[in-house]
T-cell receptor, first 115, second 112 residues
């Protein structure tokens, strides 16, 4: 299965703890995007990364949130000191490295619940 | 601000009818357009991409693009209850830069 993989699928954290969400892109893809979706709301762009580079983080909250895509290993979205408002579905998508193809393929998502 | 607009619905159609979903976008220079389907509690699934003016057909789905009028639509023929989902329109505003902007989606209900 060469699809986008995310783990964990469900994550429960208490207020103040840290959440780490992982995303492995499709084989051959080098662009990763993170989105957040609240219940009954649309997808909100958070950050766009290539290997070892953050390309666009205009959708990331200024505090507590960070993302990386290291040379080796999955992309990580890190939320420090979680609050109840962080409860949402977090989706990762990936796209091919170059050319005119901008199709993004989504992983199954991580459902974060903050208690 | 570059935007993608969709009617949130719900759009209700009877089984077997044609469902027509519409999307408008703000930047006349946009080049790439996508339709995603999202079932409740699931992740978005790419169902159509369209890059040129006109129609593109794939099975029961037809995407229509009119760059002069800045709209893109998705037609679903012979709608089935299994087509009931939220349909997201996405636009790449900056050719050469891979970020896309999503609309808020139209909820489709196919009534048996």
């Amino acid at each position: 299965n060469a699809g986008v993989m995310q783990n964990p699928r469900h994550l429960v954290r208490r207020r103040g703890q840290e959440a780490r969400l992982r995303c492995s892109p499709m084989k051959g893809h080098s662009h990763v995007y993170w989105y957040r979706q609240l219940p009954e709301e649309g997808l909100k762009f958070m950050v766009y990364l290539q290997k070892e580079n953050i390309i666009d983080e205009s959708g990331m909250p200024k505090e507590r949130f960070s993302a990386e895509f290291p040379k080796e290993g999955p992309s990580i979205l890190r939320i420090q000191q979680v609050v109840r408002g962080d409860s949402a579905a977090y989706f990762c998508a990936s796209s091919p490295p170059s050319g005119d193809i901008y199709e993004q393929y989504f992983g199954p998502g991580t459902r974060l619940t903050v208690t | 601000q570059k935007e993608v607009e969709q009617n949130s619905g719900p759009l209700s159609v009877p089984e077997g009818a044609i469902a027509s979903l519409n999307c408008t976008y703000s930047d006349r220079g946009s080049q790439s357009f996508f339709w995603y389907r999202q079932y409740s509690g699931k992740s978005p699934e790419l169902i159509m991409s369209i890059y040129s003016n006109g129609d593109k057909e794939d099975g029961r789905f037809t995407a229509q693009l009119n760059k002069a009028s800045q709209y893109v639509s998705l037609l679903i023929r012979d709608s089935q209850p299994s087509d009931s989902a939220t349909y997201l329109c996405a636009v790449n505003f900056d050719g050469g830069y891979q970020k896309v902007t999503f609309g808020t989606g139209t909820k489709l209900q196919v009534i048996p």
